[in-house]
């Protein structure tokens, strides 16, 4: 069972943290830490198949849902991913009732999709020792898509309303950009924006998501029904407590 899927559902709020490292170490580390999901980045970290399937394993033993975020809402990558074990996407920059469809079809195998069947040859569906993971493989897909543009903002009542679209993120860093703020996450235009998609995401009845800003950021957006909440990435970690660390001796 995917306790993401299940706990969004709900509007159960679950924490997480982006993994840009691409490391199997630093992501098991970060398994055992609490999260309840960690974010593995193929769009803007330097990772490949095979440094995401030493993640995958890396942090199986952990009670926490790894999800996924691909370059690009490719059927062919979607299905790469699939294959190796992720069953929880993270797909960036959807602006479209339409996009938003095809992603979906892309998440299931035929009929209802167009994902390209394979299972003796597939991680997910343990080599083919899962009985039955063909006709119930959707069952467990979690689809988030990612509103990170002033085509993504208009079409957010159309893009939640798609059967398949499980939670809809919104990514600030993009949005500030789209919205002539480049590098200002925080300006009011960007932040108004912003709890309107909360709110007419709400209104469809779908749960929203966010990148948070910092720990009060986070708590704010869940105060206002935000359940999919990242509080910040792996390399911002290491990078402030190293520097933390340094200054500590002058």
């Given at each position: 069972?995917?306790?993401?899927?299940?706990a969004?559902?709900?509007?159960?709020?679950?924490?997480?943290?982006?993994?840009?490292?691409?490391?199997?170490?630093?992501?098991?580390?970060?398994?055992?830490?609490?999260?309840d999901?960690?974010?593995?980045?193929?769009?803007?970290?330097?990772?490949?198949?095979?440094?995401?399937?030493?993640?995958?394993?890396?942090?199986?033993?952990?009670?926490?849902?790894p999800?996924?975020?691909?370059?690009?809402?490719?059927?062919?990558?979607?299905?790469?991913?699939?294959?190796?074990g992720?069953?929880?996407?993270?797909?960036?920059?959807?602006?479209?009732?339409?996009?938003?469809?095809?992603?979906?079809?892309?998440?299931?195998?035929?009929?209802?999709?167009?994902?390209?069947?394979?299972?003796?040859?597939?991680r997910?569906?343990?080599?083919?020792?899962?009985?039955?993971?063909?006709?119930?493989?959707?069952?467990?897909?979690?689809?988030?898509?990612?509103?990170?543009s002033?085509?993504?903002?208009?079409?957010?009542?159309?893009?939640?309303?798609?059967?398949?679209?499980?939670?809809l993120?919104?990514?600030?860093?993009d949005?500030?950009?789209?919205?002539?703020h480049?590098?200002?996450?925080?300006?009011?235009?960007?932040?108004?924006?912003?709890?309107?998609?909360?709110?007419?995401?709400a209104?469809?009845?779908k749960?929203?998501?966010?990148?948070a800003?910092?720990?009060?950021?986070?708590?704010?957006?869940?105060?206002?029904?935000?359940?999919f909440?990242?509080?910040?990435t792996?390399?911002?970690?290491?990078?402030?407590s190293?520097?933390?660390?340094?200054?500590?001796?002058?």
């Open positions: 069972m995917n306790t993401l899927k299940l969004l559902a709900e509007r159960r709020a679950q924490i997480g943290l982006w993994q840009a490292l691409a490391n199997s170490y630093t992501a098991e580390i970060c398994a055992g830490a609490g999260y999901w960690l974010l593995f980045d193929g769009e803007h970290a330097p990772n490949t198949m095979q440094t995401l399937l030493a993640q995958l394993q890396a942090t199986a033993p952990y009670p926490v849902e999800v996924a975020r691909p370059s690009a809402g490719d059927p062919v990558i979607i299905k790469q991913y699939m294959d190796i992720f069953r929880s996407l993270l797909v960036p920059m959807v602006e479209s009732a339409a996009q938003a469809e095809r992603l979906v079809a892309a998440t299931r195998f035929p009929p209802r999709g167009i994902r390209g069947v394979a299972s003796t040859t597939s997910a569906s343990g080599f083919g020792a899962k009985p039955g993971y063909l006709a119930t493989a959707h069952e467990d897909v979690c689809l988030i898509v990612q509103i990170e002033r085509a993504g903002l208009a079409a957010i009542e159309e893009i939640a309303a798609i059967e398949g679209v499980d939670a993120f919104i990514g600030p860093a949005l500030a950009a789209a919205l002539g480049l590098g200002n996450p925080w300006h009011e235009q960007v932040q108004a924006a912003i709890a309107g998609a909360v709110e007419r995401i209104k469809v009845g749960p929203s998501g966010i990148f800003l910092s720990p009060d950021d986070a708590r704010r957006w869940i105060a206002a029904g935000v359940s909440v990242s509080l910040g792996d390399m911002g970690l290491l990078m402030r190293a520097r933390e660390l340094r200054a500590c001796v002058g």
